[in-house]
């Protein structure tokens, strides 16, 4: 059956736009405007009109003639005022009225959506976002800043700042013309003394960051030159190092250290042990609709904020709909061997509360021709132990979490995982 393409100016009408009101109010005021003054002269508009139509109606039917004019009076109006408010806004071709139609839809609709705090760091952190904002704008990513490594380590033991690494891959997930910034943001220069192995992005936050007084500050700045739905807000302004106990007795000091360490983590701690979360994030945390915790690292990504303690008690104290992402992979160095209950129960053991979450989403297929290159590495899938979750007393959501591809690579689906997320959110029987 052929598609049936309607005219590009019926987009204006779509529901969720907001416009349509306005356009029947400035119809109505025109309209009274107009009668308004003729009347000021005397020009009896209804009399006339009605004269005009009565002779008309003697040819045409009423319906037709009614139904005509209000066609061709709607027509121009609508046709003037669209004209009218592109001129204005500099647009002049098909593709940008095109854009600008799809972007003002989006904004109306997402400005709707639920209020979403996601809570985590690294590549897992900014995978999320890039799906959960095509559901809402409401969100406020709580980003880890415990990292010590790479870039963002050289930058925090030359300068003092808080790595600004993670922060910026939230940044450009949550950007709307996400390839653009992710290509200017994750540029990394290849030469050039003090430059090399920087990237763009990590030197304009620091760069903000020394105007403006601190990483939060600079976000914000950030956030007003590149636009994002939502915000980003490290979890803390202290400088947060992380440390790890290990079974057999060692201590490691150092986020980048711990996963080389090899041996099991009995447990992560920071250093200072009472950081304070910034008044922002638990704001954001009172008024949540949604909390997502993870995926990403277990131990050097989403625990660490889980560390600051007022979050952790914010968390559990909080009425919203608690969810955390569980890896599909288990992380050499970090979870070896673990299961889904072992990360409920490393998450519930260092954030110290049992009502940390209320659900957990687990990934229920894999692919047959998985890369050897896991194995290799000692990456495995991560078991579900669904009698163990239920001794927890969490709830378990199971669903197709991976990114369809041909060469046996296990990488979230962003567009999945939010899906996901946002249906069991909204299911009317997920509340314990």
């Known amino acids: 059956m052929k598609k049936l393409k309607m005219p590009k100016q019926v987009g204006w009408l779509i529901p969720g736009l907001q416009v349509k009101r306005w356009f029947a109010l400035i119809f109505i005021g025109t309209v009274l405007m107009t009668v308004g003054i003729l009347i000021l002269f005397d020009i009896k508009p209804v009399y006339y009109t009605m004269q005009f139509i009565s002779k008309i109606a003697t040819k045409i039917s009423t319906e037709w003639l009614a139904f005509g004019i209000v066609m061709f009076g709607a027509a121009f109006f609508f046709k003037g005022w669209q004209k009218t408010n592109l001129s204005i806004l500099d647009i002049d071709d098909d593709r940008d009225n095109d854009v600008l139609l799809e972007n003002l839809y989006k904004r109306r609709k997402l400005n709707r959506g639920p209020r979403v705090v996601a809570v985590g760091g690294g590549t897992g952190l900014s995978m999320l976002l890039s799906g959960i904002k095509n559901i809402t704008n409401n969100i406020t990513a709580v980003v880890s800043v415990g990292d ?59 760069a903000l960051c020394a105007i403006t007084g601190n990483m939060a500050s600079a976000v914000k700045a950030c956030a007003s030159v590149i636009t994002i739905r939502g915000r980003v807000l490290p979890a803390t302004l202290d400088d947060m190092k992380l440390s790890a106990e290990m ?39 009172k008024h949540a609709e949604l909390i997502i915790l993870g995926p990403g690292s277990l131990y050097t990504s989403v625990i660490p904020n889980l560390l600051i303690k007022e979050i952790s008690q914010e968390i559990a104290k909080s009425k919203a709909k608690k969810i955390y992402v569980c890896n599909i992979m288990s992380q050499p160095g970090e979870t070896d061997g673990y299961k889904v209950s072992d990360h409920l129960k490393a998450l519930l053991l260092h954030s110290g509360e049992n009502k940390l979450v209320d659900a957990v989403l687990v990934n229920n297929s894999v692919p047959e021709n998985i890369d050897p290159k896991y194995a290799n590495s000692g990456s495995y899938p991560v078991e579900f132990d669904g009698n163990e979750v239920k001794k927890l007393g969490v709830q378990v959501c199971a669903k197709n979490l991976i990114e369809p591809n041909k060469n046996g690579l296990v990488r979230h689906s962003s567009r999945n995982v939010a899906r996901s997320i946002y249906y069991w959110f909204r299911k009317g029987d997920n509340k314990k």
């Not at 099991?264 to 950081?275: F, G, N």
């Open 247 to 285: 079974e057999d007795g060692r201590i490691i000091h150092g986020e980048s250290n711990i996963p080389e360490a090899g041996g099991k983590i009995v447990r992560l701690y920071s250093e200072p042990s009472d950081c304070k979360a910034l008044p922002e994030v638990i704001e954001a945390i």
């Open 148 to 206: 010590d490594g790479g870039s963002s380590g050289r930058l925090r033991e030359s300068l003092g700042i808080l790595p600004p690494g993670d922060i910026r891959h939230c940044i450009t997930a949550l950007a709307d013309d996400e390839d653009l910034v992710t290509k200017l943001f994750k540029y990394r220069f290849k030469n050039g003394e003090g430059l090399e192995g920087h990237s763009f992005g990590n030197l304009l936050l620091t």
